[in-house]
Structures are given as C-alpha cells and as structure tokens.
C-alpha cells in the first residue's frame, strides 16, 4: 500500500501532464523492487533476520522524509527544483527502494514457512503493478483540484507513510 500511496503522490505532483507510459514505468520499478526485496529476503534467509528486522523501518522512513521533506521544501519555493520530475529514474528508484525496504523482511518470513518462493514474488509484484498503475492516473485526476498544494501534499503523504512504517515496526516491537 505504500507504494500505492506514493503512486498516487507522484500523480498528484505531475497533474495532468500524467502520462500512461509514466504510470507503467512506476509501476514496473515498484512492481520489481516489491517482488525483488522478498527475494532477497528469502536469500537471506534465517542467517541475517534479526540485523535486517533491527533496522529496515529507519532505512525506508529515513528515504522517505528525505524525500518527501525535499517535495514540502520545494512546495514553498525553497532550494532547487529538480525539474519537477516524479517519475526520474533516480527519484524512481530510490522511492522503489525506500517502499520495499520491508518486503526483506517478508522475504525472511517465507524462507522460514513453506511457500514456494517463485510463486509468492510473482504475486507480489505483480500485485504491485497492477495497483500502482491505475493510481498514477488517480493522483493526476486529484492535482488537477489540487495544483496550487500537490508537491506540498505528496511530500507529506510520503513523511507520513515513512513515519507509518516507523510506528508500525516500533509499536510492534514493544
């Protein structure tokens, strides 16, 4: 969902300028960094579960405000633009990056049960392009309404998935 809400973000933040080829292209990287990251995971196996739990909720949160404080800081006109491109191949990858950092975690869980691991990471990301897409084209529909405020609004949609991950690993932990 998070890559689903970053989606939207991105939409929101390009308006209707929005292309379907920009949708597919988000929606392959999210789609392969979600599929990617498990299988990792599973590679990783039991061996390294409890250094990678320790930390891979600060690494996406960290991405995450980074970037999404970037968007709010440039939403007032502060620093350099960059270009206004949500859908550049380095701000692609990193935001597919920063969503997936906790699929490794997933990818831990099925080496330690039995699921085929083909099988679940082709579900996973393909369920993750399948939702991305169309929510590119949702965003674009919000910015259009919301033009005067949309990188304002995807920054703070991005700082708010980053701290949902954050809270949601820390009060699990607890």
């Known amino acids: 969902m998070d890559a689903v809400a970053v989606s939207v973000s991105a939409g929101i933040a390009r308006g209707s300028r929005a292309t379907w080829g920009e949708a597919l292209r988000m929606a392959g990287v999210f789609g392969l ?3 990617v990251m498990p299988a990792i ?3 990783a196996g039991a061996l390294f ?6 930390y891979d909720h600060w690494v996406a949160f960290a991405l995450l405000a980074f970037v999404g404080g970037h968007m709010v800081f440039e939403s007032f006109g502060g620093g350099e633009k960059l270009e206004g491109d949500p859908f550049g191949t380095r701000r692609l990858l990193l935001l597919g990056f920063a969503t997936s950092v906790d699929a490794l ?3 831990l869980t099925l080496s ?5 691991l083909a099988l679940s990471v082709a579900v996973i990301g393909l369920v993750t392009f399948a939702l991305c897409l169309p929510a590119v084209h949702m965003g674009a529909r919000l910015g259009t309404r919301l033009a005067s405020r949309a990188e304002l609004i995807g920054g703070l949609v991005l700082i708010a ?3 949902h991950i954050l809270y949601e690993h820390l009060s699990g932990a607890a």
């Open 33 to 35: 960094f979600q599929a």
């Open 41 to 43: 995971g599973f590679g």
């Open 49 to 54: 579960r409890d250094a990678i739990e320790a």
């Open 105 to 107: 975690a997933v990818g």
């Open 112 to 116: 330690l049960i039995d699921l085929p």
């Open 161 to 163: 998935i980053g701290g």
